[in-house]
Every structure is written in C-alpha cells, then in structure tokens.
C-alpha cells in the first residue's frame, strides 16, 4: 500500500523569502514522486517529478524538490517566493510509475506581498 | 497544443439521475486517468484507460463507470447518482500507460453538483 502525507495544511510566507511545503511518503517499493499545484477553478498542473537518480529535482516556475529516502520525504522547495505562487500544491506517489498516483491532501501556499 | 479538454464544465444533476462527463486528451496521449477531488476525500483515483482497456480501477462503486474509444477521447458516467457524489471530476492524459518518465496533464474538470 502507499500513502502521502502533507502535515500542514497552510503555509504562510512573505514574498521574497524561500518557502519549504513538506511531504512524506510511504510505499512498499522504489517510490515514483510527483508535485503539482492547483490555482482555483482550474485542474492540477505538474511541477517536477522524482524517478531515481539525483536527490535534488528541479521542476518548473523555478521550484525544485529534494528526495531524503532515509526520512521519507520529498519537500518542495523555492528560494524565493512571489504572490503568485500562492495556490494549493499536492503531493502525489505512485508506485512502479502506473498512472494512478496517491495524492495528499494538500498544502494551501499564501505568500505574502 | 491543445490541452486536456474536459465538457461539460459545470453539471447540476439531481439524486437518482445519471450523468456522463467526457474528456479529450492531449494528442498523441493513449493514456487517460480520472480522478474525483471532493473538499472532505481530497484527491482519489477512480480508473485508467489505455487503448481502449482498462488498466487500473480506484476503489469506487460500480457506479461508476468509463470507457475509451480509438481516438482515446473518454467518457465515464455516474449511474443512480446520490449527494455524495458532488465532486470536481478531473482528468489526466499521459503518452503511455506507465507514467514514470510521463507525467500526467490535468484538464480544468467538471464540477458536478447534485440536488
């Protein structure tokens, strides 16, 4: 079985300053990692992916993300962040790279002007 | 490129009616997924569909329900539908039926109200 888990559900950030959402992950295997974020009204779209190889990924819009299988985790992360990056950012896994992926329950981003 | 284009995008149906919602993938993709995003479940994944088959199924009654046709476009339907089922309904396309090195893209969704 796998699951995501996103601890918080709000994260708060001031324009400019990096911004960290956090993701655990469980599978019973080699895990296949995705983000992807969601501005409202509209579907979700794809940040960056983590199959193997290097830890650190970067995506699109500047975000990138670091695998810590150890911890279990694969925290997105941004240097600096613009208003508008705020939106809600989900956490997904899948396992062996199938098309049906676990998604967590979300993190709603708010930076702060 | 066309995106994942989703129709209707706003349904408002009432308990007991069906409904069917239709999705066209990206050109070119072969693989279409449907997911149901509700404010209390979150994201759950409801099937997959690849040349025409379907390759994995979420944990969903059998109302609901999909298909694939030779141009990949998808339609699933929702039989005897009850309020639960008010959920945004998205879909994804991908090049293959294993996503590791594709990702999924995302249409807009339909947002299915029941009354």
């Known amino acids: 079985a796998q699951s995501v888990a996103q601890p918080e559900d709000q994260v708060n950030v001031a324009e400019g300053n990096p911004l960290t959402v956090k993701c655990t992950y469980s599978?019973?295997?080699?895990?296949?990692l995705f983000w992807y974020v969601q501005y409202p009204n509209r579907g979700l779209q794809f940040l960056l992916k983590?199959?193997?190889?290097?830890?650190l990924v970067k995506g699109s819009y500047g975000f990138e993300a670091e695998f810590n299988k150890s911890q279990t985790s694969f925290h997105l992360k941004k240097p600096s962040a613009l208003v508008s990056d705020s939106a809600l950012y989900f956490c997904?896994?899948?396992?062996?790279?199938?098309?049906?992926?676990?998604f967590g329950t979300g993190t709603r981003l708010t930076v702060i002007p | 490129k066309a995106g994942v284009t989703q129709t209707p995008r706003y349904l408002i149906k009432t308990r007991g009616q069906q409904v069917t919602l239709s999705c066209s993938p990206i050109?070119?993709?072969?693989?279409v997924s449907w997911y149901q995003q509700t404010p209390g479940q979150g994201l759950q994944f409801l099937f997959e569909?690849?040349?025409?088959?379907?390759?994995n199924k979420g944990n969903f009654p059998g109302r609901f329900s999909g298909r694939q046709f030779s141009n990949s476009r998808s339609e699933m339907n929702v039989s005897t539908l009850e309020l639960g089922d008010s959920a945004l309904y998205l879909c994804?396309?991908?090049?293959?039926?294993?996503?590791?090195?594709?990702?999924?893209?995302f249409g807009d969704g339909t947002r299915l109200s029941i009354l």
């Open positions: 997904a896994v899948s396992l062996t790279g199938a098309n049906n992926l676990f």
């Open positions: 994804a396309s991908s090049l293959s039926a294993l996503g590791n090195n594709q990702p999924q893209h």
């Open positions: 569909y690849f040349s025409e088959t379907q390759r």
């Open positions: 983590y199959i193997t190889g290097d830890n």
């Open positions: 050109s070119g993709h072969r693989s």
């Open positions: 599978v019973s295997g080699n895990p296949y």
